[in-house]
């Protein structure tokens, strides 16, 4: 009997010995791992920790936080109608919303709605709102936004109030349709000025998700630039300073630097886990047993959280925050390329980096492991759906800017030849009567881009997607074909329709399922009425 317990004990102490064998092999050789390729980035000159990536505070004196936070509270929950800014009315057509003798109005819906205002209601109705833009141009005094944010914080009750500069962006976008169609161009520039000066005061907030919103205040700030470029009476002086204005953003920069912040973040966020207090990394309510469980259910369930949260600490999290790094990696390593190969196009480097994180996986393959197991699945917390859409869409803006900043070097072309045509005009009234008008009007504008560089752009800009010139050429009509070859990757020669669909619930010129991404020419009576008496569904 003696001898059987003590062969007894023995096994047991073997297998004690065998578990923790295990269990230090499981916790050093990932760690030893993760610890192996922190090493390899910060030889490469990568900053890993939130200290490093955290953007140094603004000072007071130029920071327009306080005024900014006021404007927030004036606008209240943004405008109800808006009138229609640079409406797509036909593929490669939109109309002009300020010159409509009534303002037309959306209402966001399942399907289109179209309200009208008389232009009266809608000066009255934006009067309301002249005291908080005027707290927002202080931007202009202050060009810098920091709401103190504490990033260490998975809650950012400030954050909130970043929300409401899509609001601010929105409002200024409206009020600019009221000046354009008061013929107040530079009222309507400044409007437009002030919303990209907030976009580039923002930019102190490395946080991914307001980097996400910046792109959507720029895609914002498209539609009334096209309709100021609409108007005659704009001033080439407002024209360079808008010019300017789009030129300063930097998305590439600024989503790499958003990059590096989230892997430092994320990183942050699993070492908190692993060094949490025992008992809070898994719990009854976040392994899906009833909160109030009770008797065996309670206990198993405290078993199986208590054996998740060991192996978590010990092993699990390590391969999770390694495989976070090396993605975050591929990520920032595509974005660098982009702003230093331009000629080489995004597309190319997208497509590869979509490869490159297909084949970064993790040591475990799948939910059903810890389904089985019945505790949460935490990977998804660090890099689930995280990666390959932010770069798309700072792609796709990247794209758009480029062709507005094109279209207003046009404009400025444009008027620079019209002076030119009316002071010839003064000096010799016969000469140009000889001068058919659409030779005139085709006059008006260059031959090809190249005549635009060094006056009205320091160089001809090339598409974002693949790394050649923006495709352009003039009409003769007063008109002119600019585009973009869309996220597809081929020119399809300025197609703006949406293959295989007749009649598209909108025409947007940044869908990103039309062929090529064609900056909108005015649109005539006739396409409008067309519009309106056959809506889109």
């Known amino acids: 009997m003696k001898t059987r317990w003590k062969i007894l004990l023995l096994v047991a102490a073997l297998l004690l010995l065998l578990a923790g064998s295990l269990l230090l092999t499981l916790s050093m050789q990932p760690a030893n791992q993760l610890e192996a390729y922190k090493k390899l ?37 943004g405008p109800g109608h808006v009138p229609y800014a640079m409406l797509g ?93 008061a013929q107040n161009a530079a009222d309507a520039a400044t409007n ?102 009770s008797g065996i259910v309670a206990w198993t369930a405290g078993l199986r959280n208590g054996a998740g949260e060991m192996m978590w600490r010990s092993s699990w999290s390590f391969p999770i925050e390694l495989t976070a790094l090396q993605r975050g990696q591929i990520v920032l390593e595509t974005l660098r390329a982009m702003q230093t190969n331009q000629l080489g196009g995004c597309k190319s480097n997208f497509d590869g980096m979509k490869k490159r994180l297909a084949q970064v996986r993790d040591d475990f393959r799948g939910a059903a492991f810890f389904g089985a197991l019945k505790i949460p699945d935490l990977r998804r917390n660090y890099y689930d759906n995280f990666y390959e859409s932010p770069v798309a869409q700072t792609i796709r803006m990247e794209a758009a800017r480029r062709v507005v900043i094109t279209a207003i070097a046009l404009k400025r072309f444009e008027l620079k030849r019209g002076n030119a045509r009316e002071n010839l005009a003064r000096m010799v009234p016969d000469l140009l009567s000889t001068v058919p008008t659409e030779a005139q009007a085709g006059e008006a504008l260059p031959k090809n881009l190249s005549e635009l560089v060094p006056e009205f752009l320091s160089a001809v800009p090339v598409d974002a997607y693949d790394g050649k010139p923006l495709r352009y050429h003039p009409n003769g009509d007063g008109t002119y074909l600019l585009y ?19 009649s598209p619930a909108y025409y947007y010129w940044l869908d990103m399922h039309v062929r090529d991404w064609v900056w909108p020419q005015p649109a005539t009576e006739a396409e409008i009425k067309l519009f309106y008496e056959h809506p889109p569904k």
Request: glycine share 6%; hydrophobic share 40%; aromatic share 8%.
């Open 192 to 293: 437009i000025l002030t919303l990209l000066k907030l976009v580039r005061a923002d930019e102190t907030d490395f946080l991914l998700a307001a980097h996400l919103q910046r792109i959507t205040m720029l895609d914002i700030a498209v539609a009334p630039t096209w309709e100021l470029l609409q108007t005659t009476n704009v001033t080439d002086a407002q024209l360079a300073a808008l010019q300017q204005g789009w030129e300063q953003m930097d998305l590439f920069h600024d989503a790499e630097n958003a990059f590096a912040f989230e892997r430092a973040r994320l990183s942050f966020r699993v070492q908190t886990t692993r060094e949490a207090p025992s008992g809070t990394t898994f719990s009854s309510r976040s392994s899906g047993s009833p909160a109030m469980a």
């Open 89 to 181: 009315v036909a593929p490669g057509r939109a109309m002009v919303g300020w010159q409509q003798p009534v303002a037309h109005n959306y209402v966001l819906t399942s399907r289109f709605v179209d309200w009208t205002n008389s232009w009266d209601e809608v000066a009255v109705e934006f009067a309301q709102d002249d005291p908080a833009l005027e707290q927002l141009r202080t931007v202009f005094e202050k060009p810098q936004l920091d709401f103190h944010l504490d990033y260490k914080r998975e809650d950012y009750p400030l954050r909130k109030l970043q929300g409401a500069l899509i609001i601010s962006g929105r409002k200024l976008s409206a009020v600019t349709m009221n000046s354009l169609h």
């Open 41 to 77: 980035l910060r030889d490469r000159g990568e900053k890993l920790t939130l200290s490093e990536v955290l953007p140094p505070p603004v000072p007071d004196e130029s920071n327009c936080v306080e005024a900014v936070q006021a404007a927030f509270a004036l606008l209240g929950s």
């Open 484 to 502: 973009c070859i869309g996220a597809d990757g081929v020119d399809d020669g300025g197609d703006a329709r949406i293959p295989g669909t007749s």
